[in-house]
């Protein structure tokens, strides 16, 4: 069993960037679709990238396109997000999240209810102007 600890959240300034990162722990990442979604208080989960079990493909939310990248080194059972000029309305929890039977975690904006087998723990992340 997978499980995902993630790190690298924090308080920044709005134009700034961050790099999360998600570690898996059971070294058959590589088996894996992952994806990293967000949600503020009182609002809705929103998938905000995702990507295919090598990597070599990516989407993007259009609330966040053009400033962030998805990418995964799975020779480190890792998976990163990189996020430039940060606003105040990127203030959220920043979950990664990965399943061994989907291609691909896109499939949540079209039905919300998918199920994703693993979750990371969360990491805050908070823009302020």
């Known amino acids: 069993q997978v499980q995902l600890v993630e790190s690298g959240g924090g308080l920044v300034q709005a134009g700034a960037s961050l790099r999360l990162s998600c570690v898996a722990s059971?070294?058959?990442?590589?088996?894996?679709?992952m994806g990293w979604f967000r949600q503020a208080p009182g609002k809705e989960r929103e998938l905000i990238a995702a990507?295919?079990?090598?990597?070599?493909?990516?989407y993007y939310a259009d609330s966040m396109k053009g400033r962030i990248t998805i990418s995964r080194d799975n020779t480190k059972n890792t998976g990163y997000l990189q996020m430039n000029n940060l606003k105040p309305d990127d203030t959220a929890v920043y979950y990664c999240?990965?399943?061994?039977?989907?291609?691909?975690?896109?499939?949540?904006?079209?039905?919300?209810?998918?199920?994703?087998?693993?979750w990371g723990q969360g990491t805050q992340v908070t823009v302020s102007s």
């Open positions: 059971g070294r058959t990442f590589n088996s894996y679709a």
């Open positions: 999240a990965a399943d061994p039977k989907l291609h691909n975690l896109i499939v949540v904006t079209t039905d919300k209810n998918t199920y994703i087998k693993v």
């Open positions: 990507t295919i079990k090598s990597g070599s493909s990516a």
